[in-house]
């Protein structure tokens, strides 16, 4: 709860900060600010349980914890970000990074929550955030119309899952997780019940983009502003994983057979259909929508683990998050001045920008699962323990995807290294720090997972 506190705290400050003409100063302070809040954070990863003082509307435990730590990094790495490519908008500035640290403060409710009201709180604070970001370049028709289609469906989701958590009350009486969670072990449930957790997983499937209900994010992150959709790829959608995985395991969906045939085809479809687009695209943004849909769907996979899942999770969640960040640092680096993010921007990247270039491809590799990168071992844990549990069907289908996956990340690699420079590029140093140090951290966690598995 103090985490909660202080990012909100942290949030007010950045609006005190533009009344006090405080600009210049406002993005490294946040950012020692978060890195502050995040050792905080991390020295109550061991101990676990909820506040009374809250009646267990917030639960800590070392999954939240990891969740929130992660959650807090990719954040400051979007703030560090923020400070070039909100120069032009120095009125609005402020507005912006506040936004961002709210929007943090919603992810980590999320992860958090020990009640379905804390729950709701948190992912309308995350999504209202992301509505505004979204449509935050008001000259520009395409953000306007990425801005509006996200919050009507937005909207609708939210609806779903609202439904969903009033089913669930009406049929166990509680909001209280744990309550809940114990009623799920009995035969005293009414079939209201399966129908609300059903509709709580539906919206939950919407705001990580699974198929079928991904529609929304290839227009959105093609409309909206580059670093908003660098926002909603990762720290948006990792969010929204790890509150699906804990909804699921905390009112215990899977003693529902249905519920692990419905995770198993939407797995496989995200993963599938997600691929197979991203082949046919050749405008980068849309293609990174389309690898994030395919992503969802290795995320989804979890669900399948009985044993470590939280670790293969947060793993998965933080080595997918961490190339997110590295790719699309260079991706707003290379195309803020061009008219669009085709493919063909990134023409000859390696003779003009060569640690541009590298950083590029390592995040892309990362994704593709390419060792030595954390990608890779993300996948592997992944599909060793869900084979072990006997769902080797899915696994087989996972590992046909990854290979597809190559095909258009090689496509902009391909462009970087073989094809003739385009015009002049300037360097953008900030944007090459923060690529390079995330994709340093991917490494990192790659060849040394126990920083991550002691945690958990």
Request: with cysteine; charged share 10%.
């Amino acid at each position: 709860m103090n985490t909660l506190i202080a990012l909100s705290g942290l949030g007010i400050f950045c609006l005190i900060a533009e009344i006090a003409n405080l600009r210049k100063i406002l993005v490294p302070v946040v950012v020692l600010g978060l890195l502050s809040i995040l050792v905080a954070t991390l020295t109550v990863w061991n101990v676990p349980g909820s506040d009374p003082v809250y009646n267990n509307m917030i639960v800590t435990t070392p999954f939240s914890v990891a969740c929130s730590a992660l959650f807090i990094i990719l954040t400051a790495f979007l703030i560090a970000m923020s400070a070039d490519f909100y120069s032009d908008k120095p009125t609005k500035f402020s507005d912006f990074i506040a936004i961002k640290v709210f929007l943090l403060t919603g992810a980590i409710t999320m992860v958090s929550f020990g009640n379905l009201a804390m729950f709701f709180l948190g992912i309308e604070v995350l999504s209202i955030s992301l509505y505004v970001l979204s449509a935050s370049d008001r000259l520009n028709i395409l953000s306007n119309e990425a801005g509006m289609k996200y919050f009507l469906l937005g909207s609708f989701a939210s609806g779903i899952l609202l439904f969903g958590i009033c089913l669930v009350y009406g049929a166990t009486g509680y909001f209280d997780l744990s309550e809940i969670y114990a009623l799920s072990q009995g035969a005293g449930l009414n079939n209201w019940y399966p129908i609300g957790l059903t509709l709580i997983i539906i919206g939950l499937l919407f705001k990580i983009a699974a198929v079928p209900f991904h529609f929304w994010a290839p227009d959105v992150y093609e409309g909206a502003p580059t670093m908003v959709t660098a926002t909603m790829s990762t720290l948006a959608k990792v969010a929204a994983v790890a509150t699906l995985y804990k909804i699921v395991v905390g009112l215990n969906a899977l003693e529902f057979p249905h519920f692990t045939i419905m995770f198993l085809i939407i797995a496989a479809l995200s993963m599938t259909v997600g691929n197979i687009i991203a082949l046919r695209q050749t405008n980068v943004k849309r293609m990174l929508a389309f690898s994030g849909i395919s992503h969802a769907g290795f995320m989804l996979m979890v669900v399948f683990l009985h044993h470590h899942a939280s670790f293969n999770l947060v793993y998965y969640m933080a080595a997918y998050s961490l190339a997110g960040i590295a790719a699309f640092s260079i991706l707003i680096a290379v195309t803020k001045s061009a008219q669009n993010q085709d493919v063909n921007q990134f023409n000859g990247l390696a003779k003009t920008h060569p640690v541009q270039a590298i950083i590029l491809t390592g995040a892309l590799l990362s994704m593709a699962g390419i060792p030595i990168f954390s990608g890779f071992f993300a996948k592997f844990f992944l599909f060793t323990e869900v084979f072990q549990n006997g769902n080797r069907l899915i696994v087989i289908i996972a590992v046909i995807n990854s290979i597809i996956s190559m095909g258009y990340y090689f496509k902009v690699i391909q462009a970087m290294f073989t094809q003739q420079p385009v015009a002049s590029r300037s360097s953008a140093k900030l944007y090459v720090l923060v690529g390079l140090i995330a994709l340093l951290a991917n490494l990192c966690i790659g060849l040394f997972p126990d920083i991550i598995r002691t945690v958990l």
